[in-house]
Every structure is written in C-alpha cells, then in structure tokens.
C-alpha cells in the first residue's frame, strides 16, 4: 500500500492509495475505485485490498472536493471531476506492471456516475455500479453543490433514454461487462433509473443486476459486505484472459 498524488488540473493534485498484489506475474489487472460524493477513498479500502489479493493493482482516489482539497467543495463540478479520474485512469494504465486491456472500474452512487462518463471515453473491461447517479446535463458545468436536489430527483424519477442526457449515453456506448448492484430501498437512486442504465447499456459485452434486499443508499455494513462479495465473484466470473 502507498500513497499517490495525480496531478488532475492546473497546479491541482489529488491524492490516492495504490494497492499491489504479491504474485510476480509481469503484468495485472488494474482496478480504479470511485467514491460518492461528500464521501473519501477510505470507503474503498476493504475492496481495493481484496483485489489486490486476488492479483489487481487497485487504486482509490479522493475526488477534487474530498480528502485535503475539501476547502474546493463548493466550487467543484461534475467536469472537474471527470477530469480527475481520467487522470487517475491514466496514471494507473501507465504502469508497467498494469495490463491496460484489464481495467476495472468500480464507482458508488457520484462515482458510479463518473465511472459510466469515464468508461465512455477509456478502454475499460469491467465496469461495476453500486446505484449510479444521474444528472441532468446542465448540472455537469455548474458547481455540483448548487445543483437543485428536488428537480433532479423528478428527473431521476422519469423515463429515459440515452438521447435525453450524456449520462444514459455515455452508457450506450461501454463495451465493458457491466454489474449493476440496486439497493432495495434506496430514496436517492430510484428503482426507475436503475431501468434507465440498464435499458441503456446495449453495447456491454454482458450485464448483471444485483438487488440487495432491505438496503438503503447507504448501506449497513452487513449489506456493504455482501456488495463487496458480489464485486469480487463477479469479477472472478468475467475474468477470463485476464491475470
């Protein structure tokens, strides 16, 4: 385990924690994980460690707004973030220990979001979701805390396709196995967006969809655990020719 500044934007850096296997394969899988919003890489510890255990270098980034650069919070978009993780994407396929045709991505709710917008313009194998945002176009420029909640969530709530907003279409276009985990009784993600992203990703080499019984957005940490579990089988599962 080791810390890493990525620099993202201007002068700016973020900071992550790159996690390595102990096999001495010449090359690994490469896994980048994406925290919620208001939230930090600390939340993805646990499965960044198990995927190292199991032959990926992983990486878990604090987004520009969390971690050392919370004071940006309120100034902070959706694009400046997208560009935080494209740069953290490329810092990790520029190892010469990371085979760059095995990356997974794996982001929560904000990250989810980010990771869908990433996948759309980087060569990604796995992608997996636990109840992905989604936002309204004009709420990528502006500063994501002054996005107004009640309006998006009547968007949320809506029927959808992948014309109507750069989210759904940027699922459209992943070639990646997706997993899709749901939250039963999740109030910020609703059961209706979940049929969005998964009516959207119609290029995906395959796609999986998890409901987890009796969870909120949050999750208690015995329905993280079981989240986790699922992460990792599933990419167990799809993994072939990779590692």
């Not at 996690?19 to 510890?45: E, M, V, Y």
């Not at 980010?114 to 936002?135: F, G, M, Q, T």
């Not at 290029?203 to 987890?212: D, E, F, G, Q």
Request: aromatic fraction near 6%; glycine fraction near 6%; charged fraction near 25%.
């Amino acid at each position: 385990m080791k810390t890493v500044r990525i620099a993202t934007a201007g002068k700016r850096k973020i900071e992550g924690t790159m996690f390595l296997p102990k096999t001495s394969r010449q090359r690994h899988a490469g896994a980048l994980f994406l925290h919620g919003w208001r939230s930090d890489r600390q939340k993805h510890i646990v499965p960044a460690q198990l995927l190292a255990e199991i032959g990926f270098v992983s990486l878990t980034v604090d987004l520009r707004g969390h971690g050392k650069t919370g004071e940006l919070e309120p100034a902070v978009s959706v694009r400046d973030n997208l560009r935080d993780v494209l740069a953290a994407y490329d810092l990790l396929i520029s190892r010469d220990d990371v085979d760059r045709n095995c990356i997974a991505l794996a982001g929560f709710s904000y990250g989810g979001f980010l990771a869908i917008l990433l996948a759309a313009e980087r060569k990604v194998r796995w992608l997996a979701l636990r109840s992905p945002a989604l936002y309204r176009d004009e709420d990528l420029e502006i500063p994501k805390a002054e996005i107004k909640r009640r309006g998006l969530m009547a968007f949320r709530r809506r029927q959808l396709s992948p014309a109507d907003c750069a989210g759904l279409h940027a699922a459209a276009s992943v070639q990646a196995h997706v997993l899709l985990i749901e939250a039963e009784h999740d109030r910020v993600v609703p059961r209706q967006q979940i049929r969005n992203y998964l009516k959207a990703f119609q290029r995906a080499r395959s796609v999986t969809h998890r409901l987890i019984r009796r969870a909120n957005h949050a999750m208690s940490p015995e329905h993280y655990r079981v989240a986790v579990g699922t992460l990792v089988e599933w990419l167990k599962a799809t993994g072939r020719g990779c590692g």
